[in-house]
């Protein structure tokens, strides 16, 4: 089941994918993810990326693609994988084609107020990466992860400013990657503004019915 999460930063796709991960028994795959590690561990592809990171800018293709590659290649993306902040241009979906098949896409869409809310309050986990947020889902115990009791913190790049040009840049790019995946994938758009805390929201169960449906061709 390997499957494309888009949608704009703050948008839940590194929440909802941590959610959905283990129901669907596949890894949830964040090039974000994949670069931060990069970075933490000094590669020469990690020091590179961080340039572009800190300002909210895209890293380079031959840098992206590598580390992607790579992390495909190991053994829990054999079966399937919740592929997160990847493709993000077109060039990158028509990349990505020719690397692997994808069975369907969702797309998160929400508003630049809502994201600047989020990203702005959002921390994070640094031992299991579990996403809180200080107004909306804050943690029981303050900057304690509930799950792992790891501390929790800001990423470096959840600054106003850069968050609005990482928002900008992806309403750039979204709709050609929506016409190419309208083409050749199933394409499902899910409205994001809701936030998980909400009891009305339905993101997840809409986002479990979809893959349900996949599973069950399968
Ligand atoms: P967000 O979606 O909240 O901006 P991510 O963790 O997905 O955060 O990505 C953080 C940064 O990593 C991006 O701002 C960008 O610099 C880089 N990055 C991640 N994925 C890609 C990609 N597919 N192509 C280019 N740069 C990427
Ligand atoms: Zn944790």
Redesign the pocket.
Known sequence: MKIVLLGAPGAGKGTYASRLKDTYNIPHISTGDVLREAIKNKTEAGLKAKIYMDKGDFVPDEIIIDLLKERLNQDDAKTGMLLDGFPRTIEQAKILDEIIGIKAVLKFDINKDVVLRRLGGRLI?K????IFNKHKLPPKQEGI?D????QLHQREDDTEETIIKRYDLYQNQISPLEEHYKKTNNLHTLDSNIDLSDPECKVLENCKIILDNIKSKL
């Open positions: 986990c031992g299991c990466g579990e992860c799950l792992c009791e790891n």
